[in-house]
C-alpha cells in the first residue's frame, strides 16, 4: 500500500495531462491550473508580504484598545464570516474536484491552491482582528489599512476573471451535469463572499472612527454617547457636500453678465464633442489603411491616409495635447478663465473686508493669502480636470465599450470595462485614503507661510531681541515638518501609480492576447483589426493613465478649496438691516444710552454707560488701561454690536444707518497710525481719493507735515515704506492729522493720539490738533490729561463704568479718581525734569574735566 501511494505521488502532475502552466489560452478559455496558480500566488504573496510587516509593527507599537471604545456592528461580525467560509469553500472545492471532476486524481496546483489559501484567510482575519483592537500611536484613519483592502480587491478581482470562459466547454457555467451544479453553486457563495468582503472593506464596520478614538477613556455609557460632527470638520472625503460647493461656485462658473463669453463656453464644448468622434475615428482609418495594404492585390489608397493624417493634425499626439482642437478650445477658454478668476477673488476680498474687527484682529495674514491664493488657483483648475479631462475620459470609455461589443465581440467589450471599471475604483479608494495626507502638507504648508511672514512683520522686535537665529531655527523647523508631510504625501502617490500600473497592463494583455488569438488561430479578424485594436486601446490607454493625476488634482483642488469655503463660510458680525438708510448729520450730536459690551461672555468691558455729546462739542474719556475708553471709540464707528441699550447720533441709532454713511462722517486719528506702503501723496489722499492735489497740500499745510514733506528727496512721491515704518512717530501722526482734515468729517475720535509721542513733538501736534476738531462733535480718549483740559466734559471711566464726568476745573475740586491721576502726573512730570536737570549738570562736570 505505502509503495502504491509513494509511485502515485512522485507521479502526480502539476496541470492535468496536456495542459503546461505557461498554455493560457485551453479550449476558448484560460486553463484552470493557470488562473488558479496565478490568482492564490498574486493574493498569498502580496498578504504574506506586506501582511506579515503589518502584523510586526502592530506587535511593536501599538496599544491595546478597551472594549468599551470599540464600535459594535452586526457588519463586523459578517466580514468574519465570509472570511472564514471562504477556505471551507476552497476544502470543499478541492474535495469535488479530486473525486467527482477528476475521477481521484489529485493535481499540484489543487494541492498548492489550497495551502495557500489555508494560509492567507486565516492571516487576513489575524488582520481584521488586530486592526480592530489595536491602535498605532497616531489618529486613526478612516478605515483599513492598504494591505486589506488590496488583498480583498484581488481576491473579487480574480472571482471576476473566471467569467472569461463562460464559454468554455468544460467549465461549470453550463450546468450540464450534477457535478457542474456543484461547481456553480460553490462559485456562487465565492463571488458572494468575495463582494460581500470587497464591499464591507471599503464601510470598516469594526474599525474604530474619530467619534470612538475622541471617546477614548470615557467610562460607563458615556463612552457611547455619539459626538454631532463638525459641519466644517475636514476629516471626511472632499467630495462631501460636493453639490453645495458647487452651488456656491455656479455664479462664478457661467459668465451671465457677458454674452460673448457664453458663446465661447458653447463653443468649446462642441470642439469637445468633435474631439470625442475624431479620436474613434483615428483608429478606424488605420485599420482601413493596412487592410488596403495586406489585401491580396494592395491598393494605393491615398485618400485614406489624406484623411487619416488630417484626423491626427486635429487630434494632436494621441491624447489632444497638441491638436488643433485642443489648442483651439484651449485658447477660447482663457477667457473664461480669467472672468471665473476675477469674479472669485473679487468676491472673496469684499467678503474678507467685510468681515468684522474681531476676525481681523485673530486671522494670520500670511495664512490668509496663501488660503486665497491656492482656492482661486483651483477653481480654474478643478474646472479644466472635470470638464476637459475627467469627463472626455470616461466619454471615450464608454464609446470604447459600445464600440468593440458593435465591432469585435463582446469579450473585447468586457475587458476594457473590466479594466477601466478596476483603475477608476483603484484610483478612487487609493487617492481616497491618501487625501488625509495632502491635507496635513497643506497645512504644515500653510504654518510654513505664516511663520515666515508672521517673522519679516515683526523683524523690529527679532532685532530688538536679537532673536534672528531663534527665527532661523523657528523656520527651519516649519520647513522639517512640512517635508516630512510631503514625503509621505510622495509615498503613497507611488503606492497609487503602482497599482494603477499593474490593473492597466493586465488589461492591455488580456486584450492583446485574444486578439491575436482570434487572428492566428480562430481567423476571424484580420491584422487591420488588430491595428484597430492596438492603436484604439493604446490611444484609450494613454489618457486613461493620466485619470489617476486628475482626479488626484481635483482631490487636491477640492482641498485647496476647503480653507476657502471655510473663508466664505465666516459670517459677517456686523450687517445693515434690510433698508438701512444713510446717517443724516444735522449736528453731530452723540448718545450713549445704558450701553454694556463685553468681547467675551466672561468679562464685561462696559457696564450700563450713558452720556452725551452735544453737536460741536468736545468729550474727553480718561481712566487706566482695560477700562474700556478705545472700545467706546470701536462702538460708535460700529467695528461691534452693543450688547445691550443703543446708541445715537442725531437721533439715529447707528444700527439702523448704513455702515459707510456712518463710517464716511467719522475721521479717527489712532493712536497708532498705520500707513499703505506707497507714497505720501496717497496715504493722504486715500480720505478722499477723488481730492486734488492742492485739497492735499492745503490739508498737509494745516497739519503742519507740508514744509517737512518738501525736505524729502521725492516729497509727495516719497515712498513710506511698510506700515510707514519710514517716517518718525510725528510725521506719521501729522500724516494721519492730514488725512482726517482732507476727508472733512462731522465727529472726530482722537484715540490717544499723542500718547506715543515725547512732549515737544506733541505740543506741535496740538495746533493740528485744534484745527480738526474745531466746529466738530468730538470725543477723545487721552492718556496725558494736560491735553484734554479744554474740553467741554471729562468722563471717568474705570473697570467700565462712568464714575466721575465734569470739566477739569470741577473735577479736579471733587478730590477723587481724577485728581489722583492729575496729581500722579503732575508728580511723575516733576520728576522727569529733575531727573533731565541732573542728567545736563552731569554732562557738564564731564564735559569740565576732559576740557
Request: with cysteine; glycine share 6%.
Amino acid at each position: 500500500m505505502l509503495k502504491y501511494l509513494k509511485t502515485h505521488i512522485t507521479m502526480i502532475l502539476f496541470c492535468p495531462p496536456n495542459i503546461t502552466l505557461n498554455e493560457i489560452w485551453v479550449n476558448g478559455g484560460t486553463s484552470q491550473c493557470f488562473m488558479d496558480t496565478v490568482s492564490n500566488s498574486i493574493t498569498a504573496g502580496w498578504l504574506l508580504l506586506f501582511g506579515t510587516s503589518q502584523l510586526w509593527i502592530y506587535h511593536k507599537y501599538g496599544t491595546t484598545v478597551t472594549s468599551a471604545s470599540l464600535p459594535k456592528s452586526q457588519l463586523y461580525g459578517l466580514q468574519i464570516l465570509f472570511l472564514v467560509l471562504l477556505p471551507v469553500l476552497c476544502i470543499s472545492r478541492f474535495l469535488v474536484q479530486a473525486t467527482l471532476v477528476n475521477g481521484y486524481a489529485v493535481y499540484g496546483y489543487m494541492i498548492l491552491s489550497l495551502v495557500l489559501s489555508l494560509v492567507q484567510y486565516p492571516l487576513s482575519i489575524a488582520l481584521l482582528v488586530v486592526e480592530r483592537h489595536y491602535l498605532l500611536p497616531s489618529v486613526p484613519s478612516r478605515g483599513h489599512g492598504l494591505v486589506l483592502l488590496l488583498f480583498w480587491t484581488l481576491l473579487f478581482i480574480f472571482e471576476n476573471l473566471s467569467f472569461v470562459n463562460l464559454r468554455k466547454d468544460d467549465w461549470w457555467f453550463h450546468l450540464t451535469t450534477v457535478t457542474d451544479k456543484i461547481e456553480m453553486a460553490l462559485f456562487v457563495l465565492r463571488y458572494v463572499s468575495c463582494l460581500g468582503i470587497f464591499v464591507l472593506g471599503l464601510r470598516a464596520p469594526g474599525i474604530m472612527t474619530y467619534r470612538d478614538y475622541y471617546n477614548i477613556g470615557a467610562a460607563g455609557s458615556e463612552a457611547r454617547i455619539p459626538i454631532i460632527e463638525d459641519p466644517n470638520s475636514q476629516s471626511g472625503s472632499t467630495w462631501r457636500n460636493f453639490w453645495k460647493k458647487m452651488r456656491i461656485l455656479a455664479p462664478f462658473l457661467w459668465p451671465r453678465k457677458e454674452i460673448m463669453l457664453q458663446f465661447r463656453v458653447l463653443f468649446c464644448f462642441l470642439l469637445l464633442a468633435g474631439g470625442r468622434v475624431i479620436n474613434l475615428y483615428v483608429p478606424i482609418f488605420s485599420k482601413l489603411i493596412v487592410d488596403s495594404i495586406t489585401m491580396t492585390s494592395p491598393v494605393f489608397r491615398f485618400d485614406l491616409v489624406i484623411v487619416y493624417v488630417l484626423f491626427k493634425f486635429l487630434q494632436g499626439s494621441g491624447t489632444g495635447a497638441m491638436g488643433l482642437l485642443n489648442n483651439l478650445r484651449s485658447f477660447l477658454w482663457i477667457k473664461i478663465q480669467q472672468y471665473t478668476t476675477r469674479e472669485v477673488e473679487l468676491s472673496l476680498f469684499q467678503h474678507l473686508h467685510g468681515l468684522s474687527l474681531r476676525w481681523h484682529l485673530g486671522r494670520k495674514t500670511g495664512e490668509v493669502l496663501r488660503v486665497m491664493d491656492r482656492g482661486t488657483d483651483s477653481i480654474n483648475n478643478l474646472l479644466n480636470y472635470i470638464l476637459f479631462s475627467i469627463f472626455p475620459t470616461i466619454t471615450d470609455i464608454v464609446i470604447a465599450v459600445v464600440f468593440f461589443v458593435s465591432s469585435f465581440n463582446g469579450w473585447f467589450g468586457l475587458i476594457v470595462f473590466v479594466t477601466m471599471t478596476l483603475y477608476i475604483a483603484a484610483t478612487i479608494m487609493v487617492t481616497e485614503w491618501r487625501t488625509k495626507f495632502q491635507r496635513r502638507m497643506n497645512l504644515a504648508d500653510n504654518a510654513q507661510k505664516a511663520r515666515s511672514v508672521d517673522s519679516l512683520l515683526n523683524f523690529e522686535t527679532v532685532k530688538y531681541y536679537g532673536a534672528e537665529s531663534y527665527e532661523v531655527d523657528a523656520y527651519k523647523e516649519a520647513i522639517i515638518t512640512y517635508q516630512a508631510e510631503e514625503w509621505k504625501n510622495s509615498l503613497t502617490l507611488n503606492i497609487l501609480n503602482t497599482v494603477q500600473n499593474f490593473i492597466i497592463s493586465g488589461g492591455l494583455l488580456a486584450g492583446s492576447l485574444l486578439c491575436v488569438h482570434m487572428i492566428v488561430d480562430l481567423k476571424e479578424l484580420t491584422v487591420g483589426d488588430y491595428v484597430l485594436f492596438a492603436s484604439y486601446i493604446i490611444q484609450l490607454y494613454v489618457p486613461l493613465n493620466w485619470f489617476g493625476t486628475y482626479y488626484r488634482a481635483i482631490q487636491k483642488n477640492f482641498v485647496d478649496m476647503e480653507n476657502m469655503f471655510d473663508l466664505l463660510r465666516e459670517e459677517q458680525e456686523i450687517v445693515d438691516i434690510p433698508g438701512a438708510s444713510p446717517l443724516a448729520i444735522r449736528q453731530g450730536k452723540i448718545e450713549f444710552f445704558n450701553v454694556s459690551f463685553s468681547y467675551l461672555p466672561e468679562r464685561t468691558v462696559l457696564k450700563n454707560v450713558s452720556f452725551t455729546v452735544p453737536g460741536g462739542k468736545t468729550v474727553a474719556i480718561v481712566g487706566p488701561s482695560g477700562s474700556g475708553k478705545t472700545t467706546i471709540m470701536r462702538l460708535l464707528f460700529r467695528f461691534y454690536d452693543v450688547d445691550s441699550g443703543a446708541i445715537f447720533v442725531d437721533g439715529q441709532n447707528i444700527k439702523t444707518v448704513q455702515q459707510s454713511s456712518l463710517r464716511q462722517n467719522i475721521g479717527v486719528v489712532p493712536q497708532d497710525t498705520v500707513l499703505f506702503n506707497k507714497s505720501i501723496m496717497y496715504n493722504i489722499q486715500y480720505a478722499r481719493l477723488d481730492a486734488s492735489e492742492a485739497d492735499v497740500i492745503a490739508a498737509a499745510k494745516s497739519a503742519e507735515i507740508h514744509d517737512r514733506i518738501l525736505t524729502f528727496p521725492d516729497k509727495y512721491e516719497s515712498q513710506v515704506g511698510e506700515r510707514g515704518l519710514k517716517l518718525s512717530g510725528g510725521e506719521k501722526q501729522r500724516v494721519a492729522i492730514a488725512r482726517t482734515l482732507l476727508k472733512s468729517p462731522a465727529i472726530v475720535l482722537l484715540d490717544e493720539a499723542t500718547s506715543a509721542l515725547d512732549t515737544q513733538t506733541e505740543r506741535n501736534i496740538q495746533a493740528a490738533l485744534h484745527k480738526v476738531c474745531t466746529d466738530r462733535t468730538t470725543v477723545i480718549v487721552a492718556h496725558r490729561l494736560s491735553t484734554i483740559i479744554h474740553a467741554d466734559e471729562i468722563l471717568v471711566l474705570k473697570e467700565g463704568e462712568i464714575v466721575e464726568r465734569g470739566s477739569h476745573a470741577d473735577l479736579i475740586a471733587e478730590d477723587g479718581v481724577y485728581a489722583n491721576m492729575w496729581q500722579q502726573q503732575l508728580k511723575n512730570e516733576a520728576e522727569n525734569k529733575k531727573k533731565s536737570h541732573t542728567d545736563e549738570e552731569g554732562s557738564d562736570v564731564g564735559d569740565s574735566a576732559t576740557r
